[in-house]
């Protein structure tokens, strides 16, 4: 079982910049995928970026703008978030999956609660 806890979500103005963070309870953290998701009311969660040995994939609206990293000492994965747009408005997700990175959410093994980030105009 790995516990997921996120952190660094809030308020911040359009062009404004933001860094979650996202700690896991297990000590064999380097062999997951880890990564971020995010969803907003009435709609599907979906995928923003992950990141395996193999390196980072990132979803074409944010390309270019977040990147997502990870630190396998202190069991931690981040997004930094630049450039941030009102359409970013969401509750993120952190999301650790045994297998390899994939875009399909219920193929994802464990999530942690949320933060939520709000982008005003």
């Known amino acids: 079982q790995v516990q997921l806890v996120e952190s660094g979500g809030g308020l911040v103005q359009q062009g404004g910049s933001l860094r979650l963070s996202c700690v896991a309870s297990r000590r064999t953290f380097s062999d997951y995928a880890m990564g971020w998701f995010r969803q907003t009311p009435g709609k599907e969660r979906e995928f923003v970026a992950a990141i395996s040995w193999g390196g980072g994939s990132y979803a074409d609206s944010v390309k270019g703008r977040f990147t997502i990293s990870r630190d396998n000492a202190k069991n931690a994965v981040y997004l930094e978030m630049n450039s941030l747009k009102p359409e970013d408005t969401a509750v993120y997700y952190c999301?650790?999956?045994?297998?390899?990175?994939?875009?399909?959410?219920?193929?994802?093994?464990?999530w942690g609660q949320g933060t939520q980030v709000t982008v005003s105009s």
């Open positions: 999301a650790a999956n045994r297998g390899a990175i994939t875009r399909t959410v219920s193929l994802w093994d464990y």
